[in-house]
């Protein structure tokens, strides 16, 4: 059993930057794809960013491309989200999860959670 803990969050201003860590303790950390998912008050869980195992390969919601990076190592057992530019609409708790299939935008896909950390962007 994979059990995450992200790390990281904050109260920042308009255009400053966060990045958020998330720790697998599991010895079989690198054998699973890696989301990260955010919800804004009032709203459901939507998809951020997506890495494959490897870490070869990425895909992010249009609205952060650019602006945010995820990456992984898996020495650490660890899946990063760099976050650079905020804006106030980014503002939620961001969630990391894992999946055993291929990287996806699907939040069915995903099979453990994290219990989300707080990412506040004031204007």
């Known amino acids: 059993q994979v059990q995450l803990v992200e790390s990281g969050g904050g109260l920042v201003q308009s255009g400053g930057s966060l990045r958020l860590a998330c720790t697998a303790s599991?010895?079989?950390?690198?054998?699973?794809?890696m989301g990260w998912f955010r919800q804004a008050p009032g709203k459901g869980r939507e998809f951020v960013a997506a890495?494959?195992?490897?870490?070869?390969?990425?895909t992010y919601t249009d609205s952060v491309k650019g602006r945010f990076t995820i990456a992984r190592d898996n020495a650490k057992n660890t899946v990063y989200l760099q976050m650079n530019s905020l804006k106030p609409e980014d503002t939620a708790v961001y969630y990391c999860?894992?999946?055993?299939?291929?990287?996806?935008?699907?939040?069915?896909?995903?099979?453990?959670w994290g219990q989300g950390t707080q990412v506040t962007v004031s204007s």
């Open positions: 890495i494959n195992r490897s870490g070869s390969f990425t």
């Open positions: 999860a894992t999946t055993t299939k291929a990287p996806t935008t699907v939040i069915a896909s995903y099979n453990r």
């Open positions: 599991s010895r079989t950390f690198g054998a699973y794809n």
